[in-house]
Structures are given as C-alpha cells and as structure tokens.
C-alpha cells in the first residue's frame, strides 16, 4: 500500500523555522522526484520545492527561494523541507508529492500556521 504520511507542521511566530517530514513507504522512493506543494485557506494549490530523482537538482517558488530547502533521504524514504524566516503569508496545508511518469501520489497534508 502506497503512503506518504507528512509530519512536523505546527504553530510558529514570524521569523520562526519548521522542518517538515514526508515519510514514503510502498513505491519504489528513490525512482521518484519529490515536491512540496502547500495550499492556503481559498487559494489553488501551488509548487513551493522540487527535487529530481537523484536530489541534485531542485526548484522553488520565487516567494520561498533563500527560505525554504527541499533535501531527500534515499535510505530513509522520506523527503524534508527545512523551512526558516517563516512569514504569515506562508501559512497552508503542506503536501509532499512523489511522482515518477504516469504515478502520482500525495499525502494527507500538515497544518503550518505562522502568527504572533
């Protein structure tokens, strides 16, 4: 059975950090590209991080680059999202993604509230 099960969300104050979790079990992990995608309260549902099969690319969204740090433990299945200078604007529900051609998977997604 196919699970990414996110953790580590939570409550922070502005300038705060939070590292996310996504552990993968089920898929053959390190043949998958892994992404981070978040979605606020009325809002789409958009890419933030990125990373190739390999990890040694990755992409962001233009308002979290030089924040956010999307790195992957191939002996671990499971991705990170090391998240620092968190911003009200950046409070969503964060979702990990594995894809891999035609596979798609999403997890169940993490509460990330930035407030004073």
């Known amino acids: 059975q196919v699970q990414l099960v996110e953790s580590g969300g939570g409550l922070v104050q502005p300038g705060g950090s939070l590292r996310l979790s996504c552990a993968a079990s089920?898929?053959?992990?390190?043949?998958?590209?892994l992404s981070w995608y978040r979605q606020a309260l009325g809002k789409e549902r958009e890419l933030v991080a990125a990373?190739?099969?390999?990890?040694?690319?990755?992409n962001y969204a233009d308002s979290v680059k030089g924040r956010f740090t999307i790195s992957r433990d191939n002996a671990k299945n499971t991705v990170y999202l090391q998240m620092n200078s968190l911003k009200p604007e950046d409070t969503a529900v964060y979702y990990c993604?594995?894809?891999?051609?035609?596979?798609?998977?999403w997890g169940q997604g993490t509460q990330v509230t930035v407030s004073s």
């Open positions: 990373s190739t099969r390999a990890g040694g690319s990755r």
């Open positions: 089920g898929f053959t992990f390190s043949r998958y590209a």
């Open positions: 993604n594995a894809h891999y051609y035609g596979y798609e998977y």
